[in-house]
């Protein structure tokens, strides 16, 4: 193999398991600016809304087709209690966030309101139950209200507040990193919460539930054996549903320590390849998540759900530190490509994930202005804007037979090429990320079983990978068509510049 060319093999006739769009998903929680002045700004803001929900951000989200919206949290959502946040917006409870930033929260934006910022994105809620500080009745009444129909106590209090119908409300979320700030459970302490909080979860009418499990930090595979050791249907005793149907697992990607993990836009080459092999780890983190789930369950039943993953800084300078408000970079984006190709490689396990968080906060999709209300997006969001093809389309396998490219980062082996694809609808896409911050490479795509026509190709890139968007230059980085695929006898032949993320696109004959 030459340094600059990268033969990869991809058969686009032998379908394997297909991508759920879920994930695709995102994760809005009540922490410094994501839900008020991101999501929700009042009825009597001068930005245009609708029942206080910002409307600019609403259509910036739909257009990436978001499959799901996890909330209220996260930590939060292990001291939130839902009654609070129902009912007239003058009669509701203040409380104080003691998570982020000891603030008060006045509980405008509760389930109501969620519940319409869902309506508005065209998307599924996906709710984080209180195991921490609630109780179980709590959990189960919060089902009932939302999704049961004709004569209850809660389906009462529901319609008082306005709502005749119940909504449809699929995943539930028993609890939120029980591991820590939900609770400081052991993982055979929390096993058995579990099964009790799951039981209460009842399905009602036809909402069926999609419970799942508080899973692990990073590569505690233990904690995930001892949850899986906990559903009896998959040992001599069967039964028609196991009482959860998927198991968390939270990873976050920085270049330094929990206590100093780096900045967001100021970075050296160093920091930049680091941060790139952390994000890598995530194949190694799906596939032990995965081999422990095996052990129990080979036929696969239950998912696995990565409801938090993504970039973790220092705070942008001036800001408050309990906000986790950072920048979003050309390699933040990157780390988004890296992520889902391992998310489609690993499609037979992993049925959901969702990314922290979507306005404001951590990695974001948005970013909006707290003086001038302006809002721009992210490097990240275009990443999801151009992959959003690969949602419940069939992934198909990448060979690479010479190998990848490659570079030693601390010790290890850091390949500086990902690729991933997937069919859907007659139609091919494959996504290419060049993570090499000074080389460009060519990847010659030997497409068997088919041909491709109609290509079309775009980029995201940009002069250094600390390049960010601001309201002043909103599209410092932004895609654009890319020149750089040629046909050749056996596929397509693509150039990627370095630090790049680039998407081909073609109808398969």
């Known amino acids: 193999m030459t340094d600059n060319v ?263 080459t160093d920091q930049y390849y680091t941060t790139l092999a952390k994000a890598a780890r995530i194949d190694e983190l799906l596939t032990g998540h995965a081999n422990v789930m095996d052990l129990y369950d080979p036929r696969k039943e239950i998912g696995i759900v990565l409801d938090e993953w993504g970039t973790w800084w220092n705070v942008e300078p001036g800001t408050n530190p309990g906000f986790l408000y950072q920048q979003n970079t050309m390699r933040d984006a990157l780390v988004a490509g890296v992520h889902f190709d391992a998310f489609h490689r690993h499609a037979d396990r992993l049925h959901m994930a969702n990314i922290a968080q979507t306005v404001n906060v951590l990695q974001s999709m948005i970013l909006t202005d707290p003086d001038t209300g302006a809002m721009v997006t992210t490097p990240t969001y275009h990443v999801f804007a151009m992959n959003r093809g690969h949602q419940d389309a069939a992934g198909l396998r990448v060979d690479t037979p010479e190998g990848l490219p490659s570079r030693e980062v601390d010790g290890g082996e850091l390949s500086t090429v990902s690729v991933s694809a997937s069919r859907k609808n007659g139609r091919l896409l494959v996504s290419l990320s060049n993570l090499d911050v000074e080389k460009s490479v060519d990847v010659e795509l030997d497409l068997r079983g088919g041909t491709v026509g109609e290509v079309t190709s775009q980029i995201l890139t940009a002069e250094a990978p600390q390049a960010h968007n601001t309201p002043e230059t909103p599209e410092a980085v932004a895609p654009r068509e890319h020149d750089g695929v040629t046909a050749t006898g056996k596929g397509l032949r693509v150039r990627l510049p370095a630090h790049s993320f680039v998407t081909v696109e073609g109808r398969l004959a």
């Open 6 to 268: 990268v033969p990869a093999v991809i058969n686009v006739d032998l379908e394997g398991p297909r991508i759920s769009r879920h994930v695709y998903g995102h994760f809005a929680e009540h922490l410094g600016r994501c839900i008020y002045g991101g999501f929700y700004v009042g009825e009597d803001s001068d930005i245009p809304n609708e029942g206080g929900i910002r409307l600019d951000v609403v259509e910036a989200l739909r257009a990436l087709d978001i499959p799901n919206l996890r909330w209220p949290g996260g930590c939060f959502a292990d001291e939130y209690h839902w009654k609070d946040g129902i009912g007239p917006k003058e009669d509701r409870p203040v409380m104080v966030n003691t998570h982020w930033g000891n603030v008060e929260e006045n509980n405008h934006f509760g389930t109501h309101e969620f519940m319409a910022l869902c309506e508005l994105l065209g998307t599924e809620p996906y709710i984080s139950g209180n195991v921490g500080s609630g109780t179980v009745a709590e959990m189960s009444d919060w089902v009932e209200y939302l999704t049961r129909g004709g004569d209850s106590p809660m389906v009462r209090l529901r319609k008082a507040n306005g709502r005749e119908e119940p909504w449809k409300v699929k995943y539930w979320g028993l609890g939120n990193e029980t591991w820590g700030c939900g609770g400081n459970m052991t993982a055979e302490h929390y096993a058995n919460e579990a099964r009790r909080y799951a039981t209460y979860c009842r399905d009602h009418g036809d909402n069926k539930l999609y419970r799942i499990a508080a899973g692990a930090s990073d590569f505690d595979y233990h904690w995930t054996e001892a949850l899986m050791k906990q559903l009896s249907h998959l040992g001599c005793q069967r039964v028609e549903r196991p009482l959860y149907q998927a198991i968390s697992v939270h990873y976050y990607t920085f270049a330094g320590t929990w206590e100093d993990k780096g900045a967001a836009t100021v970075f050296d």
